[in-house]
């Protein structure tokens, strides 16, 4: 195990009926005048916005609303939320969503406080500060909620790159796993998979000697190999929604990643997916993680053993992957590139934008370094 360092301050508050407390969180971590920050109107139609605002009015909480994050955030908007919290003098960001609505919020919060152009903390620079942000979440996912990442989309060129840091950790998040029973099949779907990628994501390292980080893990995996089939059977079943939601914000505040190096090739290749065909995240993953499992497979084929029989419940490295996949499709995921509305035309502009966006040198580095060649390879696998 290597060295590190943990520190995850996130208030978490769990339950049913949890987002009544918004306005009395906002006012413990000091917000005075709020930005409540939401994507397409989910949260309009379920009534949360208005039980949210309620709670805010109880505090004694002002605040200005600015709906239509798109998933897949971008930039658009995020500028058009810097312009309101200077114009308004907010000091406190609510996202009311999803990761996409989380992330325009730390997106806005680090950009209102920052003279240059936003999208700078996006293509390397360090964020010193952000305004305060919590969360109120409607879909077990992203693992925003607990993280100090946001991801947007530029939309000149459709670049789809992410930033990093502690000051856009939220102070705070309400997770109540009963929002989340309206969300479509598909959506859920695609949330159960971003948090399985999350956990494969940590699980592929490099460190030796990570037992407790391997088996935290095998350990959620295992607890969305069983809970993910009950809720596409019964959007209803509370039990499984609690036991996923919690899931999902463990598997990506990093307190199963720790001391372990980690490898996020497949979320690099995928957001070159979800950038160009604006498919949702997690189908994208879908789509990429088997590929590139099998492909970079032989580098250490005893962590796919040990996946495979910890988790699956299979022998070898390969029908640990044919499990994967097929658990994928059995929920309703996509498993080729024509599925996300791709084609064989569009490999060279992926790999070209994969390997030399976002300041790299040809190539992208992780479990294995894939250069050109190899990226180029996997895109034609998924075909
Ligand atoms: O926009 P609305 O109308 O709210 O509808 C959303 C959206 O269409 C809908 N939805 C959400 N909750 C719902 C609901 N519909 C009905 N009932 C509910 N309770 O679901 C759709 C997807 O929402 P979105 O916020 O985009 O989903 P998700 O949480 O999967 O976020 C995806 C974004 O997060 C980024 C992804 O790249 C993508 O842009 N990621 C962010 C990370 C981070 N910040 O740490 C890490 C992840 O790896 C990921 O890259
Ligand atoms: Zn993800």
Known sequence: MENFTFYSP??????????????????????????IHYGGGSVVRSGLLDRVKKSLDEAGVSYTELGGVKPNPRSGLVYEGIEICRQNDIDFILAVGGGSAIDSSKAIAAGTLYDGDFWDFYCGKPIERALPVGTVLTIAAAGSEGSGDSVITKEEGMYKRGAGSEAIRPRFSILNPELTTTLPPYQTACGITDIMAHLYERYLTNSKDVEVTDRLIEALLITMKNEGPKVIADPLDYQARANIMWAGTMAHTNSCGVGRSQDWNSHNIEHELSALYDCAHGAGLAVTMPVVFKYVMDHDKKRFEQAAQRVWGVETAEEGIEAFRSFLTSIGMPSTLGELGGSRE???????????????????????????????RIYQMML
């Open 346 to 376: 569009d490999i060279p502009t992926l790999v070209k934008n994969l390997c030399y966006g976002d300041g790299r040198d040809g190539t992208i580095s992780g479990f294995v370094t894939l250069n050109e060649d190899d990226c180029t």
């Open 10 to 35: 996130t208030k978490f508050v769990f339950g049913k009926g949890t987002e009544s407390e918004a306005g009395s969180l906002v006012k413990a971590f000091g917000g005075s005048k709020v930005l």
